[in-house]
């Protein structure tokens, strides 16, 4: 794994506009935020200055280290780079491991009852097995229809996340509008 992969240099840099610089929402249940990144990953990456004060560059290496490479996106990306930008900037938002989770849901619901491919356990993370299940996914449906397909069923179940997050707990209404206009159909 290239950790100077510059393939997501250009999603890292529109995540960080749509995300904006500082920002201490009393809603945000994730605390201070810079460049969309939060305190607890910042300081699991080793940053321990004020989260006002986080240098740019500082994110840009936290995006690319544990929201591209870490969950394998990468990988997903020399496949089908539009589902590598949804999952990237989904993982971005709600975890990689939620976003890989979607993939893998999504897969194994499209592998008409394991006759394609086996199902997957919808574990979070992107090993062998899920990139097995996408390369035959694609062989039997094709590239870019499959892609499309693919997109669309991961941004369902996005769509249908952030729904229940915003009925569990109505403080999160605040942030509905702006996931679904902002967060969906980035890729």
Not at 28 to 44: C, K, L, Q, S
Not at 94 to 100: F, H, N, R
């Amino acid at each position: 794994m290239d950790t100077t992969d510059t393939g997501c240099d250009h999603l890292i840099e529109a995540l960080i506009e749509r995300e904006g610089g500082y920002v201490n929402h009393p809603d945000d249940r994730g605390g201070p935020t810079r460049y969309g990144i939060t305190e607890a990953v910042a300081r699991a990456h080793g940053y321990a200055g004020t989260m006002a004060a986080l240098p740019q560059d500082e994110a840009v290496a936290i995006y690319r280290r544990l929201f591209w490479l870490r969950p394998r996106f990468d990988e997903i990306a020399e496949r089908l780079p539009r589902v590598a930008a949804e999952l990237f900037d989904t993982g971005a938002n709600m975890g990689p491991g939620v976003a890989a989770t979607f993939l893998q849901r999504a897969l194994t619901a499209l592998n008409r009852n394991g006759k394609d491919y086996p199902d997957l356990v919808p574990d979070g993370r992107v090993g062998n097995r899920t990139l097995a299940a996408l390369d035959a996914f694609l062989e039997t449906r094709g590239k870019a229809s499959g892609e499309t397909v693919l997109l669309r069923a991961v941004e369902a179940l996005q769509g249908e996340r952030y729904l229940r997050l915003a009925e569990r707990r109505p403080a999160n209404e605040a942030f509905l509008y702006g996931w679904l206009a902002n967060r969906m159909g980035n890729s």
